[in-house]
């Protein structure tokens, strides 16, 4: 079956970089374009952007340009997410998403939270 | 970029009884590509409805999924323990995707 197992929660300090990675199992793993999505504290799912796994494409949305950087292992069929320059606004769970289409998301990872504080 | 809202924000039912679930768009949702997402305390979340009425695979029969343009609706029709969660809907269209704040049913 369809897996999306994600790293465990980290704790950063402001300025500082977080990778979250993502680990697939269960389906053909550059087929499907892989997005990720957080939510902060008392906030609403937040788009971040997403990685096409087959040629490494990526598109990222316009807040986080610059400051985001998805990659792929195609080898160990895992999926990063790069943010920097953390500030405390950037403490939420991230989820990892398989795109079944657009951005319909049909497998989730568990979240990962990031708290971010000095 | 569409804005979603949900209500209520807090549900509060019994096992057994029915769940309506509204989520209601700013603008007119795109060949109505909104889906709805159930989140269990501790786990991933789950898609639950797709293209507004589609059920996604092994979703049981009780959930179903209405609406267009603006208006949308998830029905559970008797409230099973597990179901109670958070629910989100999201618009999914071509060029741009949003999610509503959630609805969190609790049991009563």
């Known amino acids: 079956q369809v897996q999306l197992v994600q790293s465990g929660a980290e704790v950063k300090k402001p300025g500082a970089s977080v990778k979250v990675s993502c680990k697939t199992s269960?389906?053909?793993?550059?087929?499907?374009?892989m997005h990720w999505v957080r939510q902060a504290p008392g906030q609403g799912l937040e788009w971040m952007g997403m990685i096409n796994p087959s040629g490494a494409g990526t598109t990222y949305a316009q807040k986080f340009q610059g400051r985001v950087t998805m990659t792929r292992d195609t080898s160990t069929s895992t999926v990063y997410m790069d943010l920097s320059s953390l500030i405390s606004e950037d403490t939420a769970v991230y989820y990892c998403?398989?795109?079944?289409?657009?951005?319909?998301?049909?497998?989730w990872g568990q979240g990962t939270l990031v708290t971010v504080s000095s | 970029e569409i804005v979603l809202t949900q209500s209520p924000g807090t549900l509060s039912l019994s096992p057994g009884e029915r769940a309506t679930l509204s989520c209601r768009a700013s603008?007119?949702?795109?060949?109505?590509?909104l889906a709805w997402y159930q989140r269990r305390p501790g786990q991933a979340p789950r898609l639950l409805i797709y293209g507004a009425s589609t059920r996604a695979t092994g979703i049981p029969d009780r959930f179903s999924g209405s609406g267009s343009g603006t208006d949308f609706t998830l029905t559970i029709s008797r409230l099973e323990p597990e179901d109670f969660a958070v629910y989100f809907c999201?618009?999914?269209?071509?060029?741009?995707?949003?999610f509503g704040q959630g609805t969190n049913l609790e049991i009563k």
């Open positions: 603008q007119s949702v795109t060949s109505n590509y």
């Open positions: 999201q618009q999914y269209g071509r060029s741009a995707s949003s």
């Open positions: 269960g389906y053909t793993f550059s087929t499907y374009n």
């Open positions: 998403a398989r795109g079944l289409w657009t951005w319909l998301l049909d497998y």
